[in-house]
């Protein structure tokens, strides 16, 4: 009330009264580097290319009000925002490419992070402790994609995500109502996964 007192009046019947306007209090603030590089060659094979794209950030705070003190959410759980930004995530992809089909082999990689604070059980003094400081380790997988044009109408896709069938990291960062114990946002849930595709052009 003292912070937006100049909200708050007595009309004529000395009834309080309220100005509610819509007024944004929080700030958020993220910059990071974005990193790209690309190489292609001819060879008697087919075109050969290479890709490698990541994203390395340097700061990510946030404060609910313009008088709070920034909080961060980089490479850690920040419990203000419900969040964690990973300090580095990347993605180098490998292909070969010919007139009617091109195969690539990709490696994704996230960079671990310190976890949010839980409440377990302690098996030896059976004591509900506050686990605090757990490292997440970084999440790495290998995808392989293969896609053949039949023809200039049709083209068939099948990829095979999470190929080593990684497990999620155990990680406490509630990202999902339904899942606890793994952040869905930053890493591969559902192991190995198979996917296929068709286009057909008329």
């Known amino acids: 009330p003292n912070a937006y007192k100049g909200n708050f009046i007595l ?11 819509l007024t944004n209090i929080g700030e958020i603030v993220k910059s990071g580097i974005d990193l790209e590089a690309q190489w292609r060659v001819p060879t008697e094979w087919g075109r050969v ?5 990541g994203t390395y950030m340097l700061n990510s705070k946030h404060r609910q009000t313009n008088t709070a003190v920034y909080t ?29 089909w091109t195969g690539s082999l990709s490696v994704n990689h996230v960079a671990g992070y310190t976890d949010a604070d839980i409440k377990a059980t302690n098996v030896d003094s059976l004591k509900i402790e506050t686990v605090s400081g757990r490292q997440v380790p970084s999440f790495t997988t290998w995808d392989f994609t293969f896609q053949y044009a039949m023809s200039k109408q049709i083209e068939f896709r099948i990829g095979v995500l999470n190929i080593m069938n990684q497990e999620a990291p155990l990680s406490f960062v509630q990202t999902s109502t339904q899942i606890f114990g793994a ?3 930053d890493s591969n849930l559902w ?12």
């Open 11 to 21: 009309n004529a019947n000395n009834n309080l009264a309220m100005y509610l306007p």
């Open 49 to 53: 290319g290479l890709v490698a794209q």
């Open 72 to 100: 961060s959410d980089l490479g850690r759980f920040n419990v203000d925002t419900g969040n964690v930004i990973p300090r580095f995530k990347g993605r180098m992809t490998a292909s070969i490419t010919r007139a009617e």
């Open 183 to 185: 952040n869905t946002v």
């Open 191 to 202: 192991g190995r996964t198979i996917q296929a595709g068709m286009t057909v052009r008329f």
